[in-house]
Antibody, heavy 117, light 110 residues
Framework: QVQLVESGGGVVQIGGSLRLSCVAS????????MHWVRQAPGKGLEWVAF???????SYADSVKGRSTISRDNSKNTLYLQVNSLRPEDTALYSC???????????WGQGTLVTVSS | QSALTQPPSASGSPGQSVTISCTGT?????????VSWYQQHPGKAPKLMIY???KRPWGVPDRFSGSKSGNTASLTVSGLQAEDEADYYC??????????FGGGTKVTVL
């Protein structure tokens, strides 16, 4: 079935880095744009980054300049590298499929990133 | 990139209707017909309920409907059922391959 599975989260110190992964299955990964969305504990959704099928990339202001979204179509995998982590980056990071209609139609369960001193 | 504005809570009795608003600007909601709505139950991933302002994905009950006027979009849940109790988020395309979410609305079925 159509599925997204994230990994790579954990506890990291302020100023550290993490690389998150999202493995896709059940659909033609290379045809779709892909997003990262995060949700701080008890808070709302925040769009983080997008990579289009042609690898054009965009970022939210909150992570621009210290994050890189990328994809490996041969591995059906989406990545998010986040550097210079701050306490406010603590959140559940989920990947989501772009549905060709500017909506997010498939979501993963997320991977938790905790930034601590 | 400020978040879209949603009321923090809304409620209704079973069988009644509840409408949630989502206010943005001419650069997002007002500029494109790319507003979507998501339902999120506690501990679960969000689920797409409405896309392109008013279209429902396959399998979403027609009790859920969406609309837009100017810079404000709305989600209406008619015939409220217990399983509709959840958090609801709006999202809008803001141009230049950027998106925004609203702060979320907790819907309570009384």
């Amino acid at each position: 079935q159509v599925q997204l599975v994230e990994s790579g989260g954990g506890v990291v110190q302020i100023g550290g880095s993490l690389r998150l992964s999202c493995v896709a299955s059940g659909f033609t990964f290379s045809d779709h744009g892909m997003h990262w969305v995060r949700q701080a504990p008890g808070k709302g959704l925040e769009w983080v980054a997008f990579v289009r099928y042609d690898e054009q990339k965009s970022y939210a202001d909150s992570v621009k300049g210290r994050s890189t979204i990328s994809r490996d179509n041969s591995k059906n995998t989406l990545y998010l590298q986040v550097n210079s982590l701050r306490p406010e980056d603590t959140a559940l990071y989920s990947c989501a499929r772009d549905a060709f209609n500017y909506a997010f139609d498939i979501w993963g369960q997320g991977t938790l990133v905790t930034v601590s001193s | 990139q400020s978040a879209l504005t949603q009321p923090p809570s809304a409620s209704g009795s079973p069988g009644q209707s509840v409408t949630i608003s989502c206010t943005g600007t001419s650069g997002d909601i007002g500029g494109y017909n790319y507003v979507s709505w998501y339902q999120q139950h506690p501990g679960k991933a969000p689920k797409l309920m409405i896309y392109e302002v008013s279209k429902r994905p396959w399998g979403v009950p027609d009790r859920f409907s969406g609309s837009k006027s100017g810079n404000t979009a709305s989600l209406t849940v008619s015939g409220l059922q217990a399983e509709d109790e959840a958090d609801y988020y709006c999202s809008a395309y803001a141009g230049n391959n950027c998106w925004m979410f609203g702060g979320g609305t907790k819907v309570t079925v009384l």
